[in-house]
């Protein structure tokens, strides 16, 4: 069976800091990875997808950025980190092609930015 | 104004009763339409996909019905646990969406059973 690891599962950064948050996945190859993040009652805002190695793209311009180094490894990371960066941060996978394929979630990563 | 509502924001049950939960979208045409259950400060977790001609779905005590006519879904929950507590994400996807990138998430329901 597919399992997915996020880690760390609460950070807390001060403002101005670096971070890296990772993703991997077991079980599956060649699958589409995403980084989502919620914030308090707005939905999950998709911020980075992958559909291979190495192969990154960005949906909204910001803070962040994201690198896939192999196929089941997603990495968010950040030179700076800002005040509005702080968020409940997802990592998910789904199969590669279709768009009727389900997303499964990590139990991601509560950042605080202090 | 969102393109997925769900109402209601909140509800709080009884252990062993039924609710039903619902999912307003404008986005049409669409691809499919899901229903995911997020546990506090976990990831969500996929309950049922329907593509736009199913009209229903379910998967153990959540059946989940769509009516594309009048662009609603709603989630039922029969016999419900103290574990059904969590929130409850509608999701549409737009045709032609691909890989997941462009599907369009609700708010949420948070439902409390209590004993």
């Known amino acids: 069976s597919q399992t997915i690891h996020q880690w760390p599962a609460t950070l807390v950064q001060p403002v101005g800091s670096p971070l890296s948050l990772e993703c991997t996945v077991e079980?599956?190859?060649?699958?589409?990875l995403y980084w989502y993040r919620q914030a308090a009652g707005r939905g999950l805002q998709l911020l980075f997808y992958?559909?291979?190695?190495?192969?990154i793209s960005s949906e909204v311009p910001q803070n962040l950025s994201a690198s896939r180094p192999q196929d089941r490894q997603f990495i968010l990371s950040s030179k700076k980190l800002l005040l509005s960066d702080s968020g409940f941060y997802l990592c998910?996978?789904?199969?590669?092609?279709?768009?009727?394929?389900?997303?499964?979630f990590g139990d991601g990563t509560r950042l605080s930015i202090l | 104004k969102n393109q997925v509502e769900q109402s209601p924001q909140s509800l709080i049950i009884l252990e062993g009763k039924n609710c039903t939960l619902q999912?307003?979208?404008?986005?049409?045409?669409?691809?499919?339409l899901r229903w995911y259950k997020q546990d506090t400060g976990r990831g969500p977790v996929s309950l049922t996909i329907m593509t736009f001609s199913e009209n229903t779905k379910s998967n153990g005590r959540y059946t989940a019905t769509l009516d594309a006519d009048t662009k609603q879904s709603s989630l039922h929950i029969t016999a419900s646990q103290l574990s059904d507590s969590a929130s409850y994400i509608c999701v549409v996807s737009p045709p032609r969406a691909g890989n997941n990138r462009k599907l369009i998430w609700g708010l949420g329901t948070s439902l409390a059973v209590n004993p």
């Open positions: 079980g599956t190859s060649n699958p589409n």
């Open positions: 998910a996978w789904s199969r590669g092609q279709g768009s009727n394929q389900p997303q499964h």
């Open positions: 992958s559909v291979g190695i190495g192969q």
């Open positions: 999912c307003n979208y404008t986005v049409s045409p669409f691809s499919n």
